[in-house]
């Protein structure tokens, strides 16, 4: 038996389902979950010595590749001056300027562990700075696991068919408003019957929790405008696409300025770390300079900041973002040749470093809707055929995958070489 089966196996004894968070069960295509044993650049080896390239990166964080000498490094050199101390710490400071640096629109910046905690926390700060309850959401959109924010969710509540969890009250989930992603009509619509309720709106400005979605022309400009004629504060959860499709974030890529941003995965370059900031006047009503509470033992971890800072001085580099770039394009278009190829029903999308995998008939996917009725048994198929020549995609047809700076010509080789068999073996 592979010892990966036996972990899962024993696993099941102690942990509820085996895993510490559901998609990594494989819920999503079936079989049996690979246990990693180490990790490095473009690959991970499992604990029964099989090597894998992987587009999942640890779900977004390791944009450097696993392993990159300048973090472990920056992680080594922190943690020989103890791990944490619960009082403020000259690097926490370096990181808020740094976030306040690459990203304009943060004038000032929390730091927290997860990317749960950053949307929780703007959202908790938007209604207090607002003084109102509700909140839209849109379809398929995840922003962690916080009650107000499992309502419709993406992601693996998706994946496993709760996108509204049982354990949310409904007291609470009645705050909760939902739209369409890609469709403003849908937003107008509850912003009118909801007049003078709505707190904010939170929205990934390039989805990623319902496979990978870029916006549609006009989207994102039309929600700000939305939020300004409604004094609603504009939320960008930009926990996995913040600094993956660019050297900075959807924001600026697309040019629109939210009020808050919430931040994650990258920023702390593997580390627990995430962030929300945005707007000072906004940001001041945040305790101790304001009212609404917030907090957190390890906020701003020495060694996690430290970890951080170094993914983020990286990714600052000139020109770090366009081999990445145009790894995904040649990745993307060489899968689409593939599929042709084989007659596979099959398109994709893609931005910066993230990209998405859909069988279906659909030339372009731009609506929760067209992701859900994509074919999952070919998802599924796929995903073991390319699992068994050593790719690891997203166990999930919901879900992006993530480029990172160690990908290279030779992974590329080796994955379309791996999708040629994968494709053929739909027929
Ligand atoms: N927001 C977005 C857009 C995410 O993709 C995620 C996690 N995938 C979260 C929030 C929650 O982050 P975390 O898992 O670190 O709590």
Redesign the pocket.
Known sequence: MKKSTELFDQAQNYIPGAVN?PVRAFNGVGGTPVFVAKANGAYFTDVDGKKYIDYVAS??PMLHGHNHPAIKEAVVKAAENGLSFGAPTEIELVMAKKVCQLIPSIEQVRMVS??????MSAIRLARGFTGKDKLIKFEG?????ADCLLVKAG?GALTLGEPTSPGVPADFAKHTLTAEFNNLDSVKTLLEANSGEVATIIV?PIA??MNCMPPVDGFLQGLRELCDQHQAVLIF?????GLRVGPGTAQQLYGVTPDLT?L??IIGGGM?V?AFGGKKEIMQHLAPAGPVYQAGTLSGNPVAMSAGLASLELLSQENFFAPIYDYCEKLVSGLQKLADKHQVPFTTNHIGSMFGLFFTEEKTVTRFSQVVNSNQDAFKQFFHAMLDEGVYLAPSAFETGFISAAHNQETLEKTLQAADKAFASLK
């Not at 997860?114 to 949307?119: I, K, M």
Request: contains cysteine; aromatic residues 8%; proline residues 4%.
């Open positions: 968070s779900w977004g997860s990317g749960t905690e950053a949307t959109c995840y922003h962690g696991h992601s990934e990623g929790n959860d930009e926990v996995m696409c919430t994650g995965k627990p995430g």
